[in-house]
């Protein structure tokens, strides 16, 4: 695959200018091959303060905008996106890995987060409200928050800006990105088409570079009012401590352990269809990734053996490949702890049904087979912790109630999958999950529609839905004596 020029011509995005060729560069890695297939600036503090009063000088004229014009940009950057699709989908599948077909079903998913957002704009309502006698008169407003900065994860590169993004600009906030150092090249086109369709000078920036030094800058400065992140339950606790000096607006989307019950009268082909594309998709590296799978025990040997065969027919290799549906693990950070989550399961008595071994090419290029675990118990790793990897522990369980306390025994909440045909144990157990977003006969619940986000340790505010504008806005209360 050649080297994209395009986007490696370009640089960091600042008050409308590309600015950063002369600082020190950072590499980007191909991690099917390893290769280095560009670089982008290292910027440090005082880029990402200049990002900052960028920001901050074009909010006044940005939020006071109509939000019928606000709402055109938006929808206009998500129609370039969709024109786009196959640059920007190659793009992603070079930087990160994902299969070429999961990177166009991205760039999709991610223009509808512009598009959706493009229509709450012009939904923000105030309220009157009657007063406490005859002479009050109180009136609600809604008011965007201010200077807004993103700090986004690798591996939904484009998604995961523009579900900030949408909802920012939407509200009458103005943006700065810092994208994940594995794939600042989606983040740049991003910015690209935000100048094609003409969005004002400092209303989207971006900066690539150290993400400690730019979070603390971005924490340190009191002209940011709000810090959205996608990534860890480690650096988002982090984050809010951080946060705390100043009082920051913050959402954060973290980490999952997302349980997958297979219950005993559910249709057991739509459950392995479901398992597979919630465990294997972007060769298991999402947060909401089923991690374990729990199945009656009366059902158990059927679902397993159909599990296993379809496991089995996974093609793993080079995301550009059309047929390819697991692509390379993102690194061997990431490789070393699906081996440890697998070596630890096996330690403990657990047993290969299919897959179970890695591939390191060479020191940035790691694969790992569609692994699929039996025999697991409750205190291995892999039943505790984010795998972030394409294996699959299954276990068994004989009560529903025994199912529902495994998949809730987690500081985690944020996604949790069901099969069932019958709608009252179903409603029963949607009820009892802990998590914020719960798939019954349903594996792939994200979309632009609906308010994604966990509760517990997974996270705080939600994106999308008519609750995502939510958190880019302040409230305010004006009392009137008539
Ligand atoms: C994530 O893994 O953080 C996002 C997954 C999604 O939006 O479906």
Same mark, same amino acid.
């Given at each position: ?54 920001? @901050?000088?074009?909010? *006044? ?41 999961? *990177? ?78 594995? &794939? ?109 799978? @729990?199945?009656?025990?009366?059902? @158990? ?25 697991? !692509? ?20 403990? !008595? ?73 709608? &009252? ?9 802990? @998590? ?10 994200? &979309? ?16 999308? !839905? ?17």
């Amino acid at each position: 695959m050649a080297k994209i020029d395009t986007v490696l011509s370009k640089l960091n995005y600042i008050n409308g200018e590309w600015i950063g060729n002369e600082r020190e560069r950072m590499d980007i890695i191909n991690p099917f091959n390893g290769e280095t297939i560009g670089s982008v600036p290292k910027m440090g503090p005082h880029e990402t303060d200049m990002a900052i009063e960028a920001a @901050y000088s074009a909010f *006044s004229s940005w939020s006071q905008l109509p939000a019928q014009e606000r709402s055109r940009y938006l929808k206009k950057v998500a129609d370039i996106m969709i024109e786009n699709k196959e640059e920007l989908a190659r793009i992603m599948t070079l930087e990160m890995g994902k299969p070429i077909r999961e *990177s166009r079903g991205e760039v999709e998913y991610a223009a509808s987060f512009l598009e959706w957002n493009a229509e709450e704009a012009k939904r923000v309502y105030g309220r009157t409200v009657p007063g406490r006698d005859a002479s009050q008169r109180i009136t609600i407003l809604k008011q965007p928050v201010g200077v807004v900065a993103a700090i986004t994860p690798w591996n939904f590169p484009a998604a995961m800006i523009t579900r900030k993004m949408g909802p920012a600009l939407a509200a009458g906030c103005t943006f700065i990105v810092k994208p994940a150092e594995q &794939t600042p090249l989606t983040a740049i086109k991003l910015m690209e088409y935000c100048e094609q369709v003409g969005i004002p000078n400092g209303v989207v920036n971006l900066v690539t570079g150290n993400p400690a030094e730019i979070g603390n800058t971005f924490m340190k400065n009191p002209k940011v009012r709000k810090i959205t992140f996608t990534g860890s339950s480690a650096v988002g606790k982090h984050l809010i401590r951080q946060s705390a000096d100043q009082i920051k607006k913050i959402s954060l989307e973290l980490g999952g352990h997302a349980p997958l019950l297979v219950f005993e009268d559910a249709d057991i082909e739509k459950a392995v269809r479901g398992a597979i594309s919630s465990k294997f998709r972007n060769a298991g590296q999402t947060c909401i990734c089923a991690n374990r799978i @729990y199945v009656h025990e009366k059902i @158990y040997a059927q679902f397993v053996n159909a599990f296993v065969h379809a496991v089995g027919q996974l093609k793993v290799g080079n995301g550009f490949d059309e047929d390819v549906q697991v !692509g390379p693990i993102i690194n061997k950070y990431g490789y070393d702890k699906i081996n440890r989550h697998v070596q630890d399961a096996l330690n403990k !008595g657990a047993k290969v049904a299919v897959g179970g071994k890695g591939n390191i090419v060479n020191e940035h290029a790691c694969f790992y087979q569609p692994t699929v675990l039996m025999n697991v118990t409750p205190d291995m790793l892999i039943m505790n912790e984010e795998t972030f990897g394409p294996v699959a522990p299954i276990q068994k369980f004989k009560q529903d109630e025994e199912a529902i306390q495994y998949a809730n025994d987690t500081p985690y909440g944020l996604t949790a999958y069901f099969y069932t045909e019958s709608v &009252t144990r179903g409603t029963k157990v949607m009820e009892a999950l802990e @998590y914020g977003i719960v798939g019954w006969n349903d594996a792939l619940p994200s &979309t632009a529609q609906a308010p994604f986000g966990g509760i517990k340790e997974s996270g705080i505010a939600r994106e999308g !839905g008519s609750e995502g504008i939510e958190p880019y806005l302040e409230t305010k209360y004006v009392s009137m004596e008539v």
